[in-house]
């Protein structure tokens, strides 16, 4: 096997989301298998990302940029069209020159938000391959316009497996573009945790991840309502940073509900699994996800778990396959399962204990990333 040197292009340059996890992970594979990387990011105060590759032995660059996502992409306008025009052309002019002085062989970009990577690739007459995490819907919905910019620029592209990548075949198909799109899956190093035996607190509902209106933790507050009529001591902890807005659209509910004996928000944590013990119940009510590392990490470390019916859910079930789908919405079928589970704790944690070892079979390195190492290496 000829060993590569590859550039990735990441949006962010911070590891607090699970797109950036998922393939610094990828990027430790690749340094693992004897290929040299290096990582170009937008500037960031965030040191711990450059620590971390550079404790694997991966250079990061970092790009001074106006906006480092397309134009029309999420996060607004910082400036003038024609000064980001100008911005992007230098990271454009950055990355080609460091593509020329490394002798750089393949160019990947880890999201269909940033296109610099691909134009540099492009400029300078070596492949690129391009990694989609997002719906063409939604928040997302300005680049379902620019798959043809993607077919022309990438020799390969790869999607999340399941409802994301068949989606995007199906566009591809209807704009008679030729790629076929590849699948991985994000793989985050969840570590195995032996959870805490804090039996004296009982049975809580956690919930472990940002709160915002997408992730749609509201739904648990109003299930929790018919929840307490049956358990009045019941208590749901979420584990999270949140939005502003959307955690006051919270508490206002709490207030209106009575229900702040019953809620206990615990904000951003470095360890968050660390917080759950072996007598909680998991609860992910997002209205969207691409794939869910959260429900992922639950089952991998025995938690039993409820989780609504999104696409995202619905591409990592096969996977994990463990814990209990709702219809997303339904509120009476989320308090019951809440009411069952709680009650028949014992059985669901039993239950949920026996899916560990299929999970884990499923859900590793190898597995996940085959498809793109496939491409690389073949």
């Keep these: 096997m000829t060993k590569k040197k590859i550039l990735f292009v990441s949006p962010t340059g ?33 040191e711990g990302y450059d620590q971390a590759f550079n404790s694997k032995g991966i250079t990061v660059e970092r790009l001074k940029v106006s906006k480092f996502w397309w134009a029309d992409a999420p996060g607004g306008m910082p400036a003038s069209e ?27 970009t880890n999201t269909a938000n940033v296109f610099v990577g691909a134009v540099a690739a492009k400029r300078m007459g ?18 379902d316009d620019r798959l043809k910019f993607f077919s ?14 068949e989606t995007l075949q199906k566009r591809f198909d209807e704009e008679g573009l030729p790629h076929t799109i590849g699948t991985f899956v994000p793989f985050v190093d969840y570590k195995e945790k032996t959870l805490s035996k804090d039996k004296a607190e009982g049975t809580n509902f956690i919930y472990i991840s940002r709160l915002t209106d997408r992730k749609n933790q509201l739904e648990i507050l109003r299930a929790l309502v018919q929840v307490t009529k049956i358990i009045s001591s019941v208590k749901v902890k979420f584990i999270g940073g949140y939005d502003e807005i959307y955690k006051e659209k919270m508490l206002n509910f709490i207030e209106l509900f009575d229900l702040e004996k019953n809620v206990e928000f615990i904000g951003n944590q470095p360890n968050p699994w660390a917080l759950v013990t072996d007598k909680d119940i998991a609860v992910f009510p997002s209205a969207d ?19 609504t019916d999104n696409r995202g859910f619905q591409s990592a079930y096969p996977i994990f396959q463990g814990g209990q789908m709702y219809r997303l919405g339904d509120i009476d079928r989320l308090s019951d399962l809440m009411v069952e589970m709680y009650n028949d704790f014992d059985d669901v944690k039993e239950e949920a204990l026996t899916k560990i070892d299929l ?20």
């Design 14 to 46: 911070m590891l607090d989301n699970g797109a950036e996890l998922s393939i610094a992970n990828l990027m430790f594979l690749l340094k693992n298998r004897g290929h040299e990387l290096i990582n170009v990011a937008p500037q960031s105060p965030y």
């Design 82 to 108: 024609e000064v980001m025009a100008q911005a992007h052309e230098r990271n454009i002019e950055e990355i080609s020159q460091i593509i020329k002085k490394k002798e750089v062989d393949l160019v990947i």
């Design 126 to 143: 070596i492949p690129h391959m391009q990694l989609i995490h997002e719906f063409p819907d939604g928040e997302f919905a300005y680049y």
């Design 152 to 165: 022309d620029e990438s020799s390969e592209i790869f999607a999340v497996q399941g409802k994301l990548a």
């Design 289 to 307: 996800e691409t794939f869910g590392l959260a429900y992922g990490e639950a089952i991998l470390n025995g938690v039993p778990t409820i989780f």
């Design 359 to 378: 999970a884990k079979s499923n859900y590793n390195l190898d597995t996940c990333y085959r498809n793109i190492i496939e491409k690389i290496e073949g």
